[in-house]
T-cell receptor, first 114, second 116 residues
Framework: GDSVTQMEGPVTLSEEAFLTINCTYT??????LFWYVQYPGEGLQLLLK?????DKGSNKGFEATYRKETTSFHLEKGSVQVSDSAVYFCALSGGGGSNYKLTFGKGTLLTVNP | GAVVSQHPSRVICKSGTSVKIECRSLDFQATTMFWYRQFPKQSLMLMAT?????????EQGVEKDKFLINHASLTLSTLTVTSAHPEDSSFYICSAGGEGSNQPQHFGDGTRLSIL
């Protein structure tokens, strides 16, 4: 079945540091890839997405590129802020099962200190 | 603004009580909604897929009689935790959309359920 593996946290950075959260996936089909962010006590918000190979999703300074050859979708940001502190989830859909279901990674807690 | 509204945001009740959680899609019609459960510091676990006008599809290991799902309209799905016990305490999140693998799902803000 489909699966998503993302780097385990927690990740602690200082403000303005560079961020990378690794994500790799296994899917039988050709999935769409997503990054969601969850702030404390809230639901998930879509951060960015990519639907085909070499697509780059970007939003709020975050970027991730769909790499089919390495089955990866790593999240990056050049300069993090305290307000970026949250849990980040990598996810895929449409890999081989139901087109509608999302398969999530375990989440990575990011803490940014001033 | 929020496209999926979930209510209530927090429930505290006694063991044996049944609790209903509502999930509404605000800007679009959703033939499919999803219900997730999230344990502390863990990822989301899909409980069931709610299908408008038909029975929900439950994931393996999820008790159908315990977690009743009703999707009576294109904008509303409800999850009822029947005869809740302390082990049912968790964070429940619904989502809608994603109808097409390249479309993102939109999530509600979640419901923190605490059973005393």
């Amino acid at each position: 079945g489909d699966s998503v593996t993302q780097m385990e946290g927690p990740v602690t950075l200082s403000e303005e540091a560079f961020l990378t959260i690794n994500c790799t996936y296994t899917a039988t089909g050709y999935p769409s890839l997503f990054w969601y962010v969850q702030y404390p006590g809230e639901g998930l918000q879509l951060l960015l997405k990519a639907t085909k190979a070499d697509d780059k999703g970007s939003n709020k300074g975050f970027e991730a590129t769909y790499r089919k050859e390495t089955t990866s979708f790593h999240l990056e940001k050049g300069s993090v802020q305290v307000s970026d502190s949250a849990v980040y989830f990598c996810a895929l859909s449409g890999g081989g099962g139901s087109n509608y279901k999302l398969t999530f990674g375990k989440g990575t807690l990011l803490t940014v200190n001033p | 603004g929020a496209v999926v509204s979930q209510h209530p945001s927090r429930v505290i009740c006694k063991s044996g009580t049944s609790v209903k959680i509502e999930c509404r899609s605000l800007d679009f019609q959703a033939t499919t909604m999803f219900w997730y459960r999230q344990f502390p510091k863990q990822s989301l676990m899909l409980m069931a897929t709610s299908n408008e006008g038909s029975k929900a599809t439950y994931e393996q290991g999820v008790e159908k009689d315990k977690f009743l799902i009703n999707h009576a309209s294109l904008t509303l799905s409800t999850l009822t935790v029947t005869s809740a016990h302390p082990e049912d305490s968790s964070f429940y999140i619904c989502s809608a959309g994603g109808e097409g693998s390249n479309q993102p799902q939109h999530f509600g803000d979640g419901t923190r359920l605490s059973i005393l």
